[in-house]
């Protein structure tokens, strides 16, 4: 258990009594920042048998000199876990540096996890030793359980903010360790009970996710030289803007900073007040050069996420155009996860674009196979 005392100082205390349900629940709402004391949990890869179901690396980065190193070997190190077969992966950066867990289904000699972890810190040239590269379960256990890594995704007292997920692909291991019944249960409640601010937390999960649709990773605008801040956001801001709605690239921006490897002067909210500013001159730039007969539509639409989807689908109608191709696809799902909305918000926007004649069904979807496909008919885009 991980917590701060009344004098703010860092304790990680062995829980004796609390149960590990009790523990998940209360480092979960801390992460969602809705827990009236932070908390952490952090667990142990080893149990009374010797055994361990993960396996982890810890990837120290506590100066700007070992920044980038840890970053590339973290980089290479999930690279190679994840063509691991049997294997799940999480990659992700905990505020003072880089994690990667191996997750398997069944549990495993703790002699055989060092074994392997060794052989990847070898293989990317990695250095075991504390500040460098530290494996879990440790090489050389001075306890009954070594040390514990924090939890993935969970707050860091040292930092006050969660972890941020990069990559994970625990998906199919999760769903076959309970009863199918009991999962789609889960899931249904699940989509039922999905809040905005949770669908938020879900692209922190799953950032790298986010950046794919941009076509780059997110290292690309990772602020890690002094002086570069301002410049490294209106990139990120220029790409954004053509693929992703407000809210989303909102999410972005404060992941860029969170994740910045040098000190800037400005500070977190000075970061994303730039955001709003440089946005919004660039919605302004958009709206004047519409077309007439297009600015009469776009002036139609009611809320951000719809003015956001009508510019992301003439982009794509764009994109289309240049490559030569009469139509372009719009899967609801992709079109949500550009806007961080749900499914059935994203599928009501699609249906108001095309009620509105702002696009036009070319051909229907195929299920479990191609998305619809539509054509822009108000320009030649």
């Not at 530290?134 to 050389?140: G, L």
């Not at 890594?149 to 999760?174: C, E, Q, V, Y």
């Not at 570069?228 to 809210?247: E, P, S």
Request: hydrophobic residues 40%; positive net charge; proline residues 5%.
């Amino acid at each position: 258990m991980g917590f701060r005392n009344e004098e703010g100082n860092i304790i990680y205390r062995r829980a004796k009594t609390k149960s590990i349900e009790d523990a998940i629940s209360w480092s979960i709402s801390t992460a969602f920042g809705t827990a009236k004391s932070p908390f952490t949990v952090a667990f142990y890869a080893n149990n009374d048998a010797g055994k361990s179901r993960w396996g982890g690396l810890d990837f120290d980065c506590h100066d700007g000199a070992s920044a980038d190193r840890a970053y590339l070997w973290s980089r290479d190190a999930f690279r190679l876990l994840v063509n691991e077969p049997g294997m799940s992966v999480i990659w992700e950066y905990s505020g003072r540096g880089y994690h990667c867990w191996a997750v398997c289904i069944h549990f495993r000699p703790v002699q055989q996890w060092i074994a392997f972890l060794k052989q990847i810190a070898f293989r990317i040239g990695a250095e075991i030793g504390e500040g460098k590269c530290e494996i879990f379960p440790a090489d050389t256990i001075a306890r009954q359980y070594g040390h514990a890594l924090r939890a993935p995704g969970s707050w860091n007292p040292k930092t006050g903010t969660p972890s941020r997920i990069f990559f994970d692909n625990l998906d199919p291991l999760l769903e076959s360790t309970v009863p199918q019944v009991n999962a789609k249960a889960s899931r249904r409640r699940r989509r039922a009970s999905l809040l905005p601010n949770e669908l938020h937390q879900q692209l922190h999960d799953k950032i790298e996710q986010v950046f794919s649709i941009l076509r780059e990773e997110s290292s690309e605008y990772m602020i890690q030289a002094p002086a570069t801040r301002h410049q490294k956001l209106k990139n990120l801001i220029g790409k954004a803007f053509w693929y992703v709605g407000q809210q989303t690239a909102r999410i972005l921006v404060a992941h860029q900073y969170d994740t910045k490897l040098v000190s800037t002067e400005a500070n977190r909210d000075d970061h994303l007040h730039e955001f709003e500013n440089l946005w919004k001159g660039m919605v302004d730039l958009f709206i004047r050069e519409l077309p007439p007969n297009i600015k009469a539509s776009y002036d139609a639409l009611a809320t951000e996420n719809e003015r956001d989807a009508f510019r992301i689908i003439r982009s794509f109608a764009h994109g289309a155009n240049s490559d030569n191709k009469p139509d372009f696809p719009i899967a609801v799902e992709n079109l949500g996860k550009r806007l961080g909305i749900t499914y059935p918000g994203a599928s009501k926007i699609r249906q108001k674009l095309t009620g509105l004649g702002v696009i036009h069904l070319s051909q229907p979807h195929i299920p479990n196979s191609k998305a619809a496909t539509y054509v822009w008919p108000m320009e030649r885009a």
